[in-house]
């Protein structure tokens, strides 16, 4: 099965061709990645200091029809624009959760190719593409579905902080969210407050890499809450009192430097802390088998190294999105939609709640 997958949530434009092999054994396929393209905007936002929503969607209006002819050349058979799609079995989508004027030209176009060369078409929810990145760990037709369900799925973006129970293949329950801001929010807008600038996540975890994770001993936040949601505004509001306090002082303006640093390990370290908490409550709550990690955030070394450790620990599978597949790619909308697809009648993720208007 061939799918062709797009993504335009937010500030990538990506595009994946995946052929999918369903063996006799079991319902996980082998999967070849044929061809990607993904044309990043970091530049176009960074005068912005974020993601302006009406630029992205312009660019990514900009770029789609590039980058599919671009994949069209990058396919094994180098076919034409009708030979491609004659080969291609579905068309997978991002649907939301995004920024709408971003998933309407994603969306606009995946309908066009669909209508044109009458497709399947499926929308697809990002946190499940997300979610199933985890799966891009291993040899997919390897893993057996008895070792890895109950599952439990930690997922870490810009936009999300979610765990999600996995019974199986698309049948989810969402055990916690955030109540506020989502860690990767959280990571930019300290990257803000301590000047580091945009894109802020990675900006964070350089600067972190030159300070003391314990010079400050910020908040971590919502542990004893007994529940499994997160809670990152105020963290970020402590490292903003703590800047405040600091530039007072003749030490700070001496040593702004690694003061910088240590705030940003510090800050790091909470976030590490927090999420890895909550998730082991979790899994031993649930007696999951496995652990599915994924989401910009996950690209972070020090909660990969953590999150190891606590599978480590637990005696757990762990399956986490190799570091260039945390952030928005296509490949894991094709994954997704793979399983969707086969999958159509089972407990779908609200996907309706979150894009009343795409009529997909
Ligand atoms: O999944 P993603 O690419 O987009 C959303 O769906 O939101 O996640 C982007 C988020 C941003 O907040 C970015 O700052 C954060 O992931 N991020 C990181 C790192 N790389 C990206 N946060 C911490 N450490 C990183 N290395
Ligand atoms: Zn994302």
């Known amino acids: 099965m061939r799918i062709l997958a797009f993504e335009t949530s937010c500030d990538e434009t990506a595009l994946t061709l995946v052929d999918f092999f369903v063996s006799k054994k079991g319902f ?28 992205a969607a312009r660019e990514h209006e900009k770029n789609l029809e ?50 044109k060369h ?3 078409l499926i929308g697809v929810n990002h946190l499940e593409g997300h979610l199933y990145s985890g799966f891009l760990s291993q040899e997919l037709s390897t893993c057996n579905p ?3 369900f109950p599952a439990l799925a930690l997922i870490v973006s810009g936009g999300h902080t979610e765990l999600v129970l996995i019974h199986g293949i698309g049948h989810y329950q969402v055990l916690g ?6 860690a990767g929010e959280a990571f930019d807008k300290v990257a803000r407050l301590l ?26 936040p919502m542990l004893k809450s007994g529940d499994y949601n ?32 240590d705030i940003a390990a510090s800050f790091q370290q909470a976030v590490v802390d927090t999420l890895v908490a909550k998730t082991k409550k979790a899994l031993r709550d649930y007696k999951a088998k496995a652990l599915f990690v994924g989401g910009g955030v996950i690209a972070n070394t020090k909660l990969r190294q953590a999150l190891e450790r606590l599978c480590q620990e637990e005696r757990l599978l762990l399956l ?7 952030g928005d790619n296509a490949t894991m909308i094709a994954l997704a939609g793979y399983f969707n697809f086969k999958t159509p009648n089972q407990h779908k993720w609200q996907l309706l709640k979150v894009n009343p208007n795409l009529n997909l």
Do not use: W
Not at 236 to 247: H, P
Not at 320 to 326: E, F, G, H, T, V
């Open 230 to 261: 997160f809670s990152f505004a105020g963290l970020k509001t402590s490292v903003l009192y703590a800047l405040r306090e600091l530039e007072k002082s003749q030490a700070y303006k001496q040593n702004k430097a690694s003061i910088r640093a």
């Open 118 to 120: 009458k497709k399947p």
């Open 177 to 182: 969210e955030t109540l506020d801001d989502a």
């Open 28 to 55: 996980l396929p082998k999967i070849s990645i044929l061809a990607e393209k993904v044309a990043s905007q970091v530049q176009a936002h960074a005068p912005f200091g974020g993601v302006v929503p009406i630029l």
């Open 195 to 220: 000047g580091l600038g945009y894109p802020g996540g990675i900006l964070l975890e350089k600067e972190a890499q030159k300070g003391n994770s314990e010079a400050f001993s910020f908040p971590r």
């Open 146 to 148: 008895q070792l890895i």
């Open 320 to 326: 986490i999105s190799p570091k260039r597949y945390c």
């Open 66 to 115: 590039i980058l599919f002819l671009q994949l069209l050349k990058a396919s094994p058979e180098r076919a034409t624009a009708r030979e491609f799609m004659e080969k291609i079995d579905l068309i997978a989508v991002t649907a939301g959760p995004g920024l709408m004027p971003c998933l309407l030209v994603g969306t606009a176009f995946a309908k066009a190719l669909a209508y």
